[in-house]
């Protein structure tokens, strides 16, 4: 432990750290503070340190080699374990901060309702809550935990260093006005619902595999509006414009007070639908940090609550 030679300087070790994380020497320098020309200067003094070639460089860009690649898996853990403990003795007694990104319409119809629980069962956290459809950096260190509707084709895009935690996945049906549906005609099949207008958020993909779990293959482009949030797409569907994907979880008590009906084949029943999953995301340093590990467990028994009162 003496050998000052095993201990290089720690913003080199930053730097490469960064570097490794984020992808590039611009984006490590801008998460640093710092021009990518001093992330450069870091980089190359920590490899002659170590007497090791830490990057290359291709076409694409800057990457790890093998040996820096094997080197940036045990630095990482070290300046995150840095980071919790010093996060850990700079907590105070007092308030703590609560900082949750949450997509708008999961943040609207649903999680709203009961965050007044939260705050009142946590008089000790400040909770700061911001609907939006932007996911966050997390490599910026600018939330402490975000909840996103995560589909299945959608899970390979989530970095190795980020801790999720699915709380909910409710089925998905299609729902319509009681009015659009005495317009509509009979409807056989699922692939009936092909000549119906659909509503779409940001995409036409759900719907796209809403057909293909039911066996039925969708052309290349699907007509209708798109509306991009969930709570707007809804509300376009009670006033008549068309067919919405849902689930409970965004449904309040449209279908209880008739506002919002479910579509069902009258011959072949639909195959139920779970494509994706709400999901509570975090970098692995804040996992257990500060008010998410309340926050976590809070927001899965609420799940868990309704989810039993709401089944299927």
Same mark, same amino acid.
């Given at each position: ?170 089925? &998905?049906?299609?729902?319509?006005? /009681?009015?659009? !549906?005495? +317009?509509? *005609? %009979?409807?056989?099949? @699922?692939?009936?619902? #092909? ?16 057909? &293909?779990?039911?066996?039925?293959? /969708?052309?290349? !482009?699907? +007509?209708? *509006? %798109?509306?991009?949030? @969930?709570?707007?797409? #809804? ?25 919002? !009906? ?51």
């Amino acid at each position: 432990m003496a050998n000052g030679k095993l201990f290089p300087p720690l913003a080199a070790l930053r730097a490469f750290e960064a570097v490794g994380r984020l992808g590039g020497l611009r984006k490590a320098g801008k998460e640093l503070g710092i021009d990518h020309a001093v992330v450069y200067r870091h980089i190359r003094a920590l490899e002659t340190w170590v007497d090791t070639a830490l990057l290359s460089r291709d076409a694409a860009g800057y990457t790890l080699t093998d040996a820096g690649r094997a080197y940036h898996d045990e630095i990482y853990k070290a300046i995150t374990l840095i980071g919790t403990a010093t996060g850990a003795l700079m907590q105070t007694e007092g308030r703590q901060r609560l900082r949750i990104w949450c997509i708008p319409g999961f943040g609207f119809l649903w999680l709203s309702d009961r965050l007044s629980l939260f705050i009142d069962e946590n008089a000790d956290i400040d909770l700061d809550f911001r609907p939006t459809d932007d996911s966050p950096d997390f490599r910026a260190k600018e939330i402490d935990g975000d909840i996103r509707y995560l589909r299945h084709w959608e899970e390979a895009r989530i970095p190795s260093q980020i801790y999720c935690m699915e709380f909910a996945r409710p089925p &998905v049906f299609p729902v319509a006005s /009681p009015a659009f !549906v005495s +317009t509509m *005609p %009979r409807i056989a099949k @699922a692939e009936d619902l #092909l000549a119906a207008t659909l509503l779409h958020e940001d995409s036409e993909l759900e719907w796209h595999h809403w057909f &293909v779990a039911q066996g039925v293959t /969708p052309p290349p !482009v699907l +007509t209708g *509006p %798109r509306l991009w949030h @969930a709570h707007l797409t #809804l509300n376009a569907a009670r006033q008549g414009a068309g067919i919405a994907l849902a689930n409970p979880m965004l449904l309040r008590d449209d279908l209880q007070k008739g506002r919002l !009906v479910r579509i069902e084949s009258a011959e072949t029943p639909f195959q139920s639908v779970r494509f994706g999953g709400y999901t509570l995301m975090a970098r692995e340093d804040r996992w257990n940090a500060g008010g998410l590990p309340r926050f976590r467990r809070w927001l899965r028994d609420r799940a868990d609550e309704y989810l039993l009162t709401n089944p299927d």
